[in-house]
Structure formats: structure tokens, C-alpha cells
């Protein structure tokens, strides 16, 4: 698989993801899990 391809897709979902976490908190809808899932990818991307 293309290194590019693969790092395109991962952005892309990360800011799919980013922009679902925001929509939730604006809504008010959180779980445990999510906030883990959220914390991890941001740690991730602070790396």
C-alpha cells in the first residue's frame, strides 16, 4: 500500500473523528470510551 495513500486516509479520519468528538461535546453526548479514544489519537498525533 502506498505510504501516501495510507497517511491521506489516517488524516482524513482523524479530522472525521475530531469533527464527531466537537458535534458530540456541542451536543452533550460523551462516553468514557470515546474521551479514551479521542485522548489517544491526540496523544498520538502530539508525537
Not at 486516509?9 to 475530531?18: A, D, G, K, N, T
Not at 453526548?29 to 502530539?46: C, I, K
Request: net charge positive.
Amino acid at each position: 500500500m502506498n505510504v501516501q495513500i495510507a497517511a491521506s486516509l489516517f488524516s482524513r479520519s482523524s479530522v472525521m473523528l475530531r469533527r464527531l468528538g466537537e458535534w458530540r461535546k456541542s451536543v452533550g453526548v460523551r462516553t468514557p470510551s470515546d474521551n479514551n479514544r479521542l485522548g489517544a489519537m491526540q496523544e498520538h498525533q502530539a508525537r
